[in-house]
């Protein structure tokens, strides 16, 4: 199994490797809960209807860990 890649906190931008836990992709619940909270008060919203094209820069993205897998 290849392991987990690091990545930066949506929220707080701290490294490390948040899939491994779990709140992945965030480090924390607190980082989780800011997040929701910016989508509840629309702070973060998606402004146009995603396209198949939007996705394209995203093809050789590794997957993260399906956890109902294990």
């Excluded at 402004?47 to 956890?67: G, M, Q």
């Amino acid at each position: 199994m290849k392991p987990t890649p690091v990545i930066k906190c949506p929220t707080c931008k701290n490294s490390g490797r948040w899939f491994d836990g779990a709140f992945g992709p965030f480090c924390s619940k607190r980082c989780k809960l800011v997040d929701l909270g910016k989508w509840f008060t629309e702070e973060q919203r998606i402004s146009e209807p995603l396209r198949p094209e939007h996705f394209v820069a995203f093809d050789d993205e590794p997957t993260p860990p399906d956890p109902a897998a294990e």
